[in-house]
DNA sequence: CTGTTAGCGCCTTCAG
DNA sequence: CTGAAGGCGCTAACAG
């Protein structure tokens, strides 16, 4: 229905290469694959070879750059691989053993804010030492992840970085180590980003940040000005990442000599809709608390929301803050104070770890690392009300 | 600064495999490889016939399973297999000419909501026909761009979805014409997905969704409603995209008798805080509209808060529109009637057509789509209010 | 400086 | 049913 292929116009026939207005071919054989229509397969070494009249290794040698070859014949080699449009084949290079090996992305879903951060950090570490970057999504789907790891070592990956939505369940982390332990073997590297990775005796990498220390500042941020019934919107179990928040929540709410109410975890996941509804409902008795610390800056959304409909002003009346540094944050109004975490960089580092290149890094062995979280203060919370809303 | 490597914790050896608890081993040959320590290179086939005691041949056939073979050595063969824990090697096979080519995806940045819901789709309908997924980014540099398609090329790409950021530039238009002839003549394809294409000449495919349309969608709808002076908030030019929808925007005014008033074109860029600070430099003066088009959601959202900064209620005072169903349409407040663009389906169709998948389709040659988009209403617009705002 | 040779790991005829 | 052999495209020793 939203969909409608239009128009459908020109049947090009594949066309030669078009590149600049051919140089008169010098001395160069017969350029034997001038105009081809039929969908052909691409230039060989040989025949850039053949068409500048030597041997297939001075090509290789023109193009590798690391030998010494006459200025004339290069430059012969030159012209006739520009003539053909030669590239040189990745496989067998590969096969040769002369690439550098890729690295390889496995995530849920490219759509969520997160994943894509992390992703555009790994892909640009990866760009940056050379390696090209394989990417398969599994819906979080622990088969389909199973599946995807298996392609990518195939691929002979030299790092296979996952990410997202880590599965809880055992047998699935045991598989995992299973292929940690294959991928390691044969020198590349599984890495566990930003989510639980299986028991220490797995040789994994892990790249995590401070996700309970982050809870903590922020919970901390509003004890201080004053809030003492902070509710926490969120699963109080199920994701390891909200678990870690929770405990953050806690722990600060202890280091203030609180007691820890069960009553105020709402529960709920970790997107909008759901905290929305799940405060909404909340709020009907009235409101018990001046504080909300949302697992997620999307369900600080959907509370910002919910307290709106039922007149509550936020920071006024209720103190909102979020977690994660979405770009939602600054959408808000008011705009939402968080805790802004380091995906780029865990990306980043994933990369590097996994390849080895921890400059500055005394051991190379290192092979765990947690990047830290801090809040990003604006304008969704300030000291609570005299009068507790009702 | 935000970052902080913390803990350093196990140096873990890269352990042997751990498969599991290794059963017996029938007759295999001494499984040569059992505990190595050292960063050892993949079993090939050549170990995994030694360890059965049969030829390379008969495992390929075991594996391929293509070929009668003897049940008997059926079995010997993959349990040699599992003990080793053998994958064939992706590139050796690629190279024999029996690989299934890979989708290349190069694209700006990840980061982009836009972009990340297209390069999903891409990823989808590739791992569903059986392809792997390369993606490169360029940061919207041509000259990366370039880099990046000529490395996809090498790596023998079954087709190469171009997204997002088109550079005007002629010359650099020139060069992917070029680039797209000899991926054509490769037997790949370059495809330009929501992006604008060179000269139809270039054997290239293109995915397009009806821009122009959509933007006339909204703008009629606001028409309809009564509104005569609608702000366009955007760039009037240097963009492909913003241009496509102020000639939608143009249209719409043309088709109920309105002359189109230059006056409130306020120009700006595709983001929020560049819409925000042209919205709210408008306003000093007064508003002299009743509604306002924003070229983008973040624009939208933008707008939003410029105008709350003044006093103006969306929709009771000024009633706004965005463009591209983003995430954030439904985080704002009032939720924002803006244009489904139907990104993933983008993406997927990129790929259908460049494998030449387009089932249903008559011609196989169809190397070009529009597809729609459509208006998705929400609460942010209204009739104009009587007494035109102050 | 340049050419010849020998594989990288796999699959696929062609013979047994 | 199974094995031996050749070669995909490239590079790295070795000779010239």
Chains 1, 2 share one sequence.
Do not use: W
Not at 78 to 93: M, P, S, W
Not at 171 to 188: D, R
Not at 230 to 251: D, E
Not at 281 to 299: E, H, P
């Amino acid at each position: 229905m939203s969909i409608a292929p239009v128009r459908s116009v020109s049947s090009v026939p594949p066309a030669p290469p078009r590149g600049r207005p051919r140089p008169p071919s010098g001395n160069a054989v017969t350029p034997t694959r001038t105009s081809r229509t039929t969908t052909s397969k691409p230039t060989t070494l040989r025949q850039v070879a053949r068409a500048a009249d030597v041997s297939m290794a001075t090509v290789s040698r023109v193009l590798a750059g690391n030998y010494p070859v006459a200025p004339r014949t290069r430059q012969r080699v030159l012209r006739a691989v520009q003539e053909l449009d030669y590239v040189a084949n990745t496989h067998a290079r590969a096969l040769r053993g002369h690439a550098t090996p890729t690295v390889a992305l496995v995530l849920p879903d490219l759509r969520d804010e997160a994943v894509a951060r992390i992703a555009q950090g790994v892909e640009e570490e990866a760009t940056r030492n050379g390696r090209s970057c394989l990417i398969g999504t599994t819906r979080g789907d622990p088969e389909r992840e199973r599946t995807v790891l298996r392609g990518m070592r195939q691929n002979g990956a030299g790092a296979v970085i996952l990410i997202g939505g880590g599965a809880q369940d055992p047998v699935h982390q045991e598989e995992l180590a299973t292929i940690a332990g294959s991928l390691a073997a044969a020198g590349s590297r599984l890495v566990f980003c930003g989510r639980p990775a299986p028991d220490d005796a797995t040789p994994a990498t892990v790249v995590e940040y401070d996700n309970e220390g982050g809870a903590y500042a922020v919970v901390s941020r509003l004890l201080v000005q004053g809030h003492r019934r902070i509710l926490f919107l969120g699963p109080a179990t199920g994701s390891t990442t909200a678990a870690g928040r929770l405990a953050g929540y806690r722990r600060a709410l202890a280091d203030f000599d609180l007691p820890f109410r069960p009553e105020l975890v709402v529960g709920g996941g970790l997107g909008r809709a759901d905290a929305r509804d799940r405060l909404a409902r909340r709020l009907v008795g009235g409101s018990d608390f001046t504080a909300v610390f949302a697992v997620t800056d999307n369900a600080a959304s959907g509370a910002l929301a919910a307290l709106r409909e039922v007149g509550l002003s936020v920071p006024d009346d209720v103190s909102l803050v979020g977690y994660g540094d979405a770009e939602c944050a600054t959408d808000l109004l008011p705009q939402l104070t968080t805790v802004h975490v380091p995906y780029v960089e865990l990306g980043r580092t994933a990369v590097r770890l996994a390849l080895g290149l921890t400059e500055g890094s005394v051991s190379a062995a290192d092979q765990r690392a947690l990047l830290g979280t801090h809040v990003v203060l604006r304008d969704s919370t300030a000291p609570p009300p005299r009068r507790r809303p009702t």
